[in-house]
T-cell receptor, first 107, second 113 residues
Framework: RKEVEQDPGPFNVPEGATVAFNCTYS??????FFWYRQDCRKEPKLLMS???SGNEDGRFTAQLNRASQYISLLIRDSKLSDSATYLC????????FGTGTRLKVLA | EPEVTQTPSHQVTQMGQEVILRCVPI?????FYWYRQILGQKVEFLVS????????KSEIFDDQFSVERPDGSNFTLKIRSTKLEDSAMYFC???????????FGSGTRLTVV
């Protein structure tokens, strides 16, 4: 089983839609979890941390489910500018990235 | 906003040559990392560095690779004898705490011909 698994997509959604991504991780000892956003040929940029209690930042909500070993990202009211690849990562001191989920928001 | 700086942005080298990729992490950060991303593939961990020594490395980080922090600001990745399959984007990252999210540099695109 891969350490971090994501559906590669692409997810094609209309502007204004709500979209959710899931990510599973295999290392139950992982202590930290994050979502990153990566635009084409650019570096990953930290989007948000993920906690069991949930974490909300504007239109973005992230959640961790330790029992099932998955993390999620919910994007509400999608904008064209949200089009990117979303990477989840887990680990302790060293983070393993998933392959990323491509999101295309369509006008 | 503080940033991680990488140079050069693009390097072309001949197979078998040595390359050094340079990074200036955020000044008060203590943890440093190198990752690579082959075109169209995922971001892969290479090595982590803390307190002037390697704390973890992946299977990719074999004897051809080495890292150094030669002074208080630079963090370098050296590939001794490049192979075609080393062609990738190399990202440096740093964090203030081991459990904190990283800040990545904009990357060095290495092309081995």
């Amino acid at each position: 089983r891969k350490e971090v698994e994501q559906d590669p997509g692409p997810f094609n959604v209309p502007e204004g839609a709500t979209v959710a991504f899931n990510c599973t991780y295999s290392n139950s000892a992982s202590q930290s979890f994050f979502w990153y956003r990566q635009d084409c040929r650019k570096e990953p940029k930290l989007l948000m941390s993920v906690y069991s209690s949930g974490n909300e930042d504007g239109r973005f909500t992230a959640q961790l489910n330790r029992a099932s070993q998955y993390i999620s990202l919910l994007i509400r009211d999608s904008k064209l500018s949200d089009s990117a690849t979303y990477l989840c990562t887990s680990g302790t001191y060293k983070y393993i990235f998933g392959t990323g989920t491509r999101l295309k928001v369509l006008a | 906003e503080p940033e991680v700086t990488q140079t050069p942005s693009h390097q072309v080298t001949q197979m078998g040559q040595e390359v050094i990729l340079r990074c200036v992490p955020i000044s008060n950060h203590l943890y440093f990392y190198w990752y690579r991303q082959i075109l169209g593939q995922k971001v892969e961990f290479l090595v982590s560095f803390y307190n002037n020594e390697i704390s973890e490395k992946s299977e990719i980080f074999d004897d051809q690779f080495s890292v150094e922090r030669p002074d208080g600001s630079n963090f370098t990745l050296k590939i001794r004898s490049t192979k075609l399959e080393d062609s990738a984007m190399y990202f440096c990252a740093s964090s203030g705490q081991g459990s904190a999210g990283y800040t990545f540099g904009s990357g060095t695109r290495l092309t081995v011909v």
